[in-house]
């Protein structure tokens, strides 16, 4: 799927109207198949990005087009049609606590089927070889008829991500993947994600806080601060200064910090003045 | 020593002023509420009080056990089962529609923002069904019932499947809104149909709030049905105001064991269920 962001601005619906918005006039364009990923500092608006690609978060001003269409000029109707070409994978594997792993992993299907299917599918999962097949990619093949609330964090994490794989949708929005995963499972489960987008010729955009993971799978990066573009890069281009500039604390951070270490006991004593209230107590 | 010491306004809750008056607040409107309902507990224990009670306790040992008594409640309390589990499964079969509608769990529109114009009155609309239904007390409809389809079970039923399906339609989409939606509302912005996103999001999450509110209900339906026998719909309640009416307290001592049983029965029952859902 191809997408194109133009001059998006977007807020959370919950944030009030005061604060700054979490993406400000955001430019991008996604070839259809290309796989990127969006890294940058906490808070920076990676998040609302993926939502806004969703279709879940309408933007505040600019346009989104999927595929050259607005999805926010169709009907309710065609929107949500489109929205079954889309995934978004959720940073909080969205799996009810008391569903087992094959009918949590064969979810990702319910929009090619039909409601009849979708019920016989809880009486008996309708296909068990291919719930199996995604889980072995992410190493959790024993887990087939195991409950949810039985896996660990990290486990539980990668059924979410399975579920991508049996989506059939034509753009996969990952919300940071790797959050609850040890390095190894990292790799596999970057290796395992960008295979299946690959193999089905699907565009991947997911978010990441592991730095060297994205530069090691994905071939375009794309940084965000403050919700602005930091930089778009081919990954080989990504240099030091990028992400130096990219991760540098705020400017008020910055100022709290440069006294301590340039030993300005003076001004480090005013800045400090409530942290050393509370330890004096 | 902690609290004592606060003396840096910085560190007070803010928010105690407001606790405070609240709870204040609540106390004042509760102490005339009592005099309205003319709260005088203390009568029971005086001696006048006490003789009428211990009359009336007297009078209803011992329970009556003769065999053709026994089988007539068995065959009544059965009844009031049929009564009542008919009644819920009427109720539920309405109620269930109407939560899906209801519910704003499963609104498309609310996914981005605020929910649409169009299928918010709906909504409403639903609401406002589900409180004429519910609030309309089974008594009434089983009076108007009764005039209907004339006396006998079928007015029971009909009068509990039309209050409780407001009751269950209310309460299953509090339960499926204050339960935690991420599964659902991810399985909707994916494009998924509601039906699919309530059997494969909400459906898991609230499975044992929802069996355990509805064995509640039936237990609630179970002494609906004795009220409901008093206008003549039939089961246990028709029985229990018999003996009443003929001053046998045994019998209606025997009748009110029964319903003992009933409700520690499905006391089990859903304490079973639970276990089963977990």
Known sequence: MRIELRGASARQSAAARSTPAALQSIDLEIASGERLAVIGPSGAGKTTLLQVLACALA?????????????????????????????????????????????????????AMSLAASLRSLIYPSDIPAAQTAL???????????????????????????????????????????????????????????????????????????????LAHFPRIVGLRAGQLSFDLPARQVTAQHLDRLYARTQVDAARIRPAETAGAPVEAAADAPAQFLRSR | MAAATVADPRQRDPAWLGRAFWIGAGVALLVPLLGVTEFR??????????????????????????????????????????????????GLALAV??????????????????????????????????????????????????????LGPTAGVLAIALTYAGMLGKVYGEILESGDAHAARTLLGNGSTRLQAFCYGLLPQNAAELTSYTVFRWECAIRSSVVLGFVGAGGLGQQLDNSMKMFNGGEVTTILLVFVALVAIADRASAWLRRIID
């Open chain 1, 136 to 214: 072995e990619r992410f190493d959790l093949a024993g887990k087939l008829f195991e409950r949810v609330d039985r896996l660990s964090g990290g486990e539980r994490q990668r059924v979410g991500l399975a579920r991508v794989l049996l989506a059939p949708a034509r753009l996969w929005l990952v919300d940071e993947p790797l959050a609850a995963l040890d390095p190894a499972q990292a790799g596999q489960a970057l290796g395992a994600l960008t295979a299946g987008a690959a193999d089905r010729g699907a565009t991947l955009v997911t978010t990441l806080h592991d730095v060297e993971a994205a």
């Open chain 2, 97 to 150: 529609p109407l939560t899906l509608v209801s519910t704003r769990a499963l609104s498309i529109s609310a996914l981005s923002g605020d929910m649409a114009r169009g299928p918010f009155v709906l909504r409403l609309a639903v609401r406002g069904t589900m409180i004429l239904l519910r609030s309309v007390p089974e008594l009434v409809w089983a009076l108007l019932f009764v005039r209907v389809v004339g």
């Open chain 1, 59 to 111: 933007p505040e001003a600019g346009t989104l087009r999927l595929d050259g269409q607005d999805p926010w000029r169709l009907p309710r109707p065609a929107l949500q049609r489109l929205r079954r070409q889309l995934v978004l994978a959720p940073q909080v594997p969205p799996l009810p606590p008391r569903q087992r792993v094959v009918t949590s992993v064969l979810a990702g299907r319910l929009p």
């Open chain 2, 41 to 90: 507990p203390w009568i029971l224990f005086e001696a006048r009080g006490l003789q009428v009670t211990g009359r009336f306790l007297a009078s209803m040992l011992p329970p009556a056990m003769s065999a053709e008594f026994l089988a007539l409640v068995a065959r009544e309390a059965w009844r009031t089962i049929a009564i009542a589990t008919a009644g819920l499964s009427l």
